[in-house]
């Protein structure tokens, strides 16, 4: 065994909003795995109803979280050594990057920033979407908070979407460096 196999492995928080490919994030969680990273899903209340949760459950080992516990209740997920935030709605990224955290999703990404998390977003909007100014405006501040933003072009309104050009794995590419350089 070298030293890198006696680290603990990281954890990964893959938070996943209500958008087109949602139900596909277990393509995320065994790529992360494989990798040998731990992974935890944090679902909007909205991005529930997009993936199979049994299944993810099942995938990972711990509970989807979506609400915020009661206090006291014990953290049903280990602490993040990264977040995705795959798929991201142009709902959620608006609302992070204006710092709303009226969800539990929202809560831990805009808490990640202050505790200096290494964050992706991979966006899964349609280019109608993705016009509204405020969407752009919205991404250069995230990158301006230090978050990796993903290479995702998005696809045309009412035509499909762009599933089979979502890079599931462009979390880990983008992500992967920034937790070996702070363990
Ligand atoms: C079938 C369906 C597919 C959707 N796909 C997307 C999508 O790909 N991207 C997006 O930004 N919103 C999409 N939406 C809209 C979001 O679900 C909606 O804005 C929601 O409020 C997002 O909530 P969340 O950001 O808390 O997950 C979709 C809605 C439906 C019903």
Redesign the pocket.
Known sequence: MNELDERPKPFLYAVV????VAGDVGKLITMAQDRGWGVGVVA????LHFIDGAAVEAQTGYPIRSAWRSPGDPRPLPPADAIAVA?A????INKWAAGVSD?LALGILCEAYGLGIPTAVLP???SA?AAHPAYQESLDRLRGMGVMVSSYEPHPPKAG?GADRFRWEEALELLGPAVDARR
């Open positions: 909003c209500a958008a087109g909007t209340p909205q991005g798929p709605t142009f709902n959620t969800t899964y909007v349609n979407t979407g």
